[in-house]
Structures are given as structure tokens and as C-alpha cells.
């Protein structure tokens, strides 16, 4: 079963503006993580920020973790057409190594 | 990080056969996790495959409709038997693994995109 949802389902900008993804989630967890999956291929891990954090950068990427909320979110700075595809948060919930998805948004960069 | 191979990359198969599906580490790895992916949809947990026991499966997936084997440290198959129209969807293997400078994730396997007719 999903963990939670994640908002907008689909998200369509200008190459050069910033996306933002937002993932609520249900229960306590160990860690969070962002994947892409590029026109329904493999999944690409992106970034894990531990429950105990707060923020996290990694290039161009900025997640945020909100453990009060159970939410997170992803910005993705100056995106790049290349940026299109899907995007999933997943959650860790505990010592089971189980990773349970969200809904995932679609994302479009308009050259 | 894990490099997985993943085959075939897609099938078309006719309703009521199985496909076996192979996942293939390039290191030695505790657990392998299975995954469904239908149309449009997120990913759902099929199944956690240790080498040497059981697979352990999640609610709604059994072991006659989705057989799994794990043999050594670095395979694993699925199988998705006697299939219907409602078993098209993408399938994909996945194990933890060091994400270069990122620290610990999940690597995926590329997908078996199956369509069953």
C-alpha cells in the first residue's frame, strides 16, 4: 500500500524555473527518498534525508523534511528540459528495509 | 553503488503462460525487493527475497500467482504465473546499496514492461 501522496500530480514549467514537489506521508519513518523514473524505466535514487534532518542539498536539488507534518518536499533549481520524468518520494519506515512509494508527480520542462 | 541487470527489458505474452523475470547483482546482497508498477501508477511492494529462506510476501500478493527464487547471494527471479490483462505492468528488482556520495538508497533495476493479451 502507498505510504502517502504527493502534490501536483503533474507539474509542467519553463526550462529555467524551479520545481517544486511536495510528499505527505502517514507514519513515523527512518528516512525519506527521491527517485526518478524516466519514462517508465529503472528508478533513479536522487537523495535520502534522515528523520532526524531537517534539509538536505545535493546540486541543484533541496529537500526539506517536516517529521511534525509528515511532509517533505523536493525543489529542483534552473531545471533543465533533461529534468522531465517522474518523481516519487519514498519513505523507510522502520528496520524492515521496506521502501513504500508515494504517488509520484510528473514532471514536464518546456524548452 | 550496485549495478543490477534486469531480463527481458519487456515481454508480450498470451493470457494464461508465466514469464520468469531475472535480476542479476553485481554484489553480494542481503535482501532483493520486487516491485509492481501498473499503468500510470506508483510502486507497490510484490515481495522481499532472502538467499536461503521464504520469500516474504505483502498483502494481496501470494506465492502461487507470484513464485520467487533466490538461489545465491546475487539472482533472483519472479515469476508471474497464469497471467491475465490485470498483470500488465512494469516489474522491477531493487536492492540497498552506497549511492556515491549520497549515502544508502535503493537501486533499481531497469524493468520488465509486460503486456499480456
Known amino acids: 500500500s502507498q505510504q502517502g501522496e504527493e502534490d501536483p500530480q503533474a507539474l509542467s514549467i519553463q526550462e529555467g524555473e524551479n520545481a517544486t514537489m511536495n510528499c505527505s506521508y502517514k507514519t513515523s519513518i527512518n528516512n525519506l527518498q527521491w527517485y526518478r523514473q524516466n519514462s517508465g524505466r529503472g528508478l533513479v535514487h536522487l537523495i535520502l534525508i534522515r528523520s532526524n534532518e531537517r534539509e538536505k542539498h545535493s546540486g541543484r536539488l533541496r529537500v526539506t523534511l517536516d517529521t511534525s507534518k509528515k511532509s517533505s518536499s523536493l525543489l529542483i533549481t534552473a531545471s533543465r528540459a533533461a529534468d522531465t520524468a517522474s518523481y516519487f518520494c519514498a519513505t523507510d519506515m522502520d528496520s524492515s528495509y521496506k521502501l513504500i512509494f508515494g504517488s509520484g508527480t510528473r514532471l514536464l520542462v518546456r524548452p | 553503488s550496485a549495478v543490477i541487470s534486469q531480463k527481458p527489458s519487456r515481454d508480450i505474452c498470451q493470457r494464461g503462460t508465466s514469464l520468469t523475470i531475472q535480476c542479476q547483482v553485481d554484489s553480494q546482497v542481503t535482501m532483493m525487493f520486487w516491485y509492481r508498477q501498473q499503468p500510470g501508477q506508483s510502486l507497490t511492494l510484490i515481495a522481499t527475497a532472502n538467499q536461503g529462506s521464504e520469500a516474504t510476501y505483502e498483502s494481496g500478493f501470494v506465492i502461487d500467482k507470484f513464485p520467487i527464487s533466490r538461489p545465491n547471494l546475487t539472482f533472483s527471479t519472479l515469476t508471474v504465473s497464469n497471467m491475465s490483462p490485470e498483470d500488465s505492468s512494469i516489474y522491477l528488482c531493487?536492492?540497498?546499496?552506497?549511492?556515491?556520495?549520497?549515502?544508502?538508497?535503493?537501486?533499481f533495476g531497469s524493468g520488465t514492461r509486460l503486456t499480456v493479451v
Open positions: 531493487s536492492v540497498e546499496a552506497l549511492q556515491g556520495l549520497s549515502g544508502y538508497g535503493y537501486t
